[in-house]
């Protein structure tokens, strides 16, 4: 008998039918260039179902073609023609000109397909789709060529419970033991990564990858057995990134499917062949992520802003214990040995007498002394003060004072002390004394008994906060010119305003053609400002030409520029001059408010020779006379900065000035991490680092730290704030004026700016931070650096007049009372950033024009395409809260959550029955909102945002724009370009306008007639609402309208409403259009 004959047969295998869909990725036509070599390297990621794959990389091709299939399983087929189908061209940074910057993979345009449009295998055919933007202001060109179908088969499903280790039946009895795991070598774990709410299946890393292809990320392994660090090759989207691995205790299964996410915005080099993974994704729940025994659950930790965020420092500022407050409590107390030589007496014969200072490490020189003829060389003078670093613990304890002729080198003396000696002085004392001291010899001395005569000096230890440390010869910043500290005056800006009245008695040319009147202008001018009047218009009754146009100029004191009028007929093409008149501004009038200034009537002077006079009329200079009205405003502000970044707000006139409210202390303590800016040798760098600070009308710089990437400052400044809404802007900058002769003119070098809203701080309350300097140039964005600042307002916090701030104009009186064009302030704001910079040119030493315009972003109004798309997220981020309050009423409405459905019901009915509480209700709930968000109030004031610059994601060629110069010097093909991305752009703002307009002019059609027929339907309506309202009770009608509105799903109608339908049928003016 058949052994077998008596088991029965083995049931038929479960058949399961499984669907897939098939994406055949062909080629792509005339894509945009993105690698800033004219071309772009591009692949596609296709993204279907939670499952994302993509193409390989076409090198330098504009159109591709990759003749690829992408295979996707459709998890509902019942459902697929809701499913969507997401493809989405990138360029592979990797193989660009730009490799090095930037995040994210260019974007070339991307393509939405919806399961309805997919076709059954055999019935496919090849398509091509135009490329979408992605926003309004990308910029995309070209299309992709797909072929997409499906079809069904039918698999067999096997049971595998036994495999996987499930159920609880006894293993088979035919199967051999289990193998034992081999000692030290894990089974590949598979790993599930959260990252931002998603949960993702990362694969195990395999057996044979090669060592030191990727640096492993900071791994922590916790669990209840002994503590063991594994390190697994990096991940691409993990880079540099602290992972915290969580085991789980059961083991994780053998077989499993390895998948690997792969993000197309990253950049990465391409892992060798024993990493390559298969290039698929799979989504997945956190809630079943968490629920399964099998992987590990991976926490990817973020900073807010990346490393481009302010951070809070730690420092011991001020340590003295003792009760006496340190003047310079914000900043790190530096001990400084302070040497300050006068002069000498009685010296043996000599020609130019320096002396030496020889302290620890360093060793400096003073001036030579330079004699009269005739002068006796004896008694030189120097009155100089040097400031050397000192370290109470230095090894060296002798301080060694000697005086040379320069001539010769010849040695005249010297003094020597014990640094345990000199004496400590901290300010506010009274300034040490200098005392006389005897020359002696030493070792130095070549010839005994030539040593004779006195020094005096003063020696002492002190601080930063010593009155002689402005003045001093630092050791650390040793070229004076260019490397002391200073502070700054803006100067004194006003309005000069140029009335122009009338004109008579002008020696107008007399052959003109018929009919043709005389083009008269006048010209003003002050230094490099000049302004032209329009076309003056003549009386029939008298030859007078009539202009009544004000003209504006910034002028600065000390008021020494004249102000020239010019009359000059442009009839012709050649300007003739017909008179003119030279004023001093000085001799101005000058008013406060808006009083009347009386007007006055100016001769004209001729120019003999220049044909103002014409033939016939004499010789006489009198060429007419002008009406003018003139007056120096000393009412408005003059705007030398931004409006947005504006420091100071009080008017010119000093005696318009409002008290201050407080003290705004800045503590500038270093930097760290700088890169070097300058090339100081073969493969060396140097960076000589100083900082700007601009609050007001004051500026402040700090010395030069020369060759240091980390250097420490430690200077502190004080400024007096009138009002809180104002910002302190802080620059860095390295210096390269100090290098510089006298002809060769050298700017310096900005590294970065930050800056700090005063009304952001807390009153009487130390921010200790340290903020990144950013900068973005033509190559792109980059960190080159960090700042530590420490930032006191020390103001009353809730006094009247600290409280009546909030309440008072933001500009003076006459902004309001004559306002000024957008226009003109934005030209007048151009004037007085040149005067300013001139202004500060002349100090000594001086701040560059560079400095002055970055300090007070005299480029802010320029165009920029990256400034545009921030400003248009901006509006976007601004608009969050009503976009969130409409979902959460469609929610409402749609009953998603019944329980708050119900709530919203019974609240709706409270107030209407109870109207009077609405309004309380409103403010309660907006007192409610405000204490919530208390706890999640800036702990330190911010600095610069990089995602909200949008300067992380900015294209290289909108970059080059940017920085672009006008009139553009770039190619006209490019320029052609660009103009053309322009107006693409304008058109799509062009379109949002009319959609604008249809709408308003759609509210205008009701009642307009221009249809008859829903005009009537609509003012029946009216009249029919108008009854209804007379005769039901208003409550009724609230009641009746709100659960109207928050009706069941089940009594909806999936169409628009009538009402809408009737609006959007409603006629426009846009078919008038030509």
Known sequence: MNPTSSHPPPPPPAVQTVRKLIVDVVDARDLLPKDGQGSSSPYVVVDFDGQKKRTSTKYRDLNPSWNESLEFEVSDPVHMDTEELEIEVFNDKRYGANSGSGRKNHFLGRVKLYGSQFAKRGEEGLFYVPLEKKSVFSWIRGEIGLRIYYFDHQVVAEETQAQDGGGGGPPPQNQPPPEEPVPNQERPRQVMVVEEGRVFEVPAPMENVRDGCHSPPVVVIEESHPQHHHHYPQHPPLQSQAVHYHHSENPPPQQQQQQHHEDSHSHHHPPPPEEQFLPSIRKMQSGRVGSSGYGERVRVLRRPNGDYSPRVISGNFGADQSERVHPYDLVEPMQYLFVRIVKARGLAHNENPYVKIRATSHCVKSKPTSHRPGEPTDSPDWHQVFAIAHRPDSASSTLEISVWDSHSERFLGGVCFDLSDVPVRDPPDSPLAPQWYRLEGGAADQHPGGVSGDIQLAVWIGTQADDAFPEAWHSDAPYLAHTRSKVYQSPKLWYLRVTVIEAQDLHIAPNLPPLTAPEIRVKAQIGFQSFKTRRGTMNNHSASLHFNEDLLFVAGEPLEDSLIILVEDRTNKDPQLLGLIVIPVSAIEQRLDERHVASKWLPLECRGGDGCVPPGRGGGSYCG???????????????????????????????????????????????????????????????????????????????????????????????????????????????????????????????????????????????????????????????????????????????????????????????????????????????????????????????????????????????????????????????????????????????????????????????????????????????LIGVWYYRFKPKIPAGMDVRLSHADAVDPDELDEEFDTIPSSKPPDLVRARYDRLRMLAARVQTVLGDFATQGERVQALVSWRDPRATKLFIFVCLLITVVLYVVPPKMVAVALGFYYLRHPMFRDPMPPSSLNFFRRLPSLSDRLM
């Not at 730290?705 to 980390?710: A, N």
């Not at 200077?715 to 620059?731: A, K, N, R, S």
């Not at 210096?735 to 900005?750: G, H």
Request: contains cysteine.
């Open 625 to 927: 006379r002008i009406h003018l009205r003139l007056c120096l405003e000393g009412g408005y502000h003059v705007l030398d900065e931004a409006a947005h970044v504006c420091s100071d707000f009080r008017p010119t006139a000093k005696q318009l000035w409002k008290p201050a409210i407080g003290i705004l202390e800045l503590g500038i303590l270093g930097a760290r991490g700088l890169l070097p800016m300058k090339a100081k040798g073969p493969g060396k760098g140097s960076t000589d680092a100083y900082c700007v600070a601009k609050y007001g009308k004051k500026w402040v710089r700090t010395r030069t730290i020369t060759d240091s990437f980390d250097p420490r400052w430690n200077e502190q400044y004080t400024w007096q704030v009138y009002d809180p809404c104002t910002v302190l802007t802080i620059g860095v900058f390295d210096n390269w004026r100090m290098f510089a002769d006298v002809s060769d003119e050298k700017t310096d070098s900005q590294i970065g700016k930050v800056r700090i809203r005063v009304s952001t701080l807390e009153s009487n309350r130390v921010y200790t931070n340290s903020y990144p300097l950013l900068v973005l140039s033509r190559t792109g964005f980059k960190k080159v650096g960090e700042i530590e600042l420490a930032v006191r307002f020390a103001c009353p916090s809730l006094l009247p007049d600290t409280c009546a701030v909030y309440g008072q104009p933001l500009l003076p009186r006459m902004h309001y009372l004559r306002p000024l064009g957008v226009t003109q302030q934005e030209a007048l704001r151009g004037a007085a950033t040149k005067m300013v910079a001139a202004w500060l040119a002349r100090s000594e030493p001086p701040l560059g024009h560079e400095v002055v315009r970055y300090m007070l972003d005299a480029d802010s109004h320029t165009w920029s395409m990256r400034k545009s798309k921030a400003n248009w997220f901006r509006i976007v981020a601004v608009l969050a809260w009503a976009v969130g309050l409409a979902k959460w009423l469609d929610d409402i409405k749609r009953w998603r959550n019944p329980v708050t459905t119900v709530l919203v019901h019974v609240l709706y009915l409270v107030l209407v029955w109870f109207p009077d509480l609405i309004v309380p209700t409103g403010f309660l709930y907006v007192f």
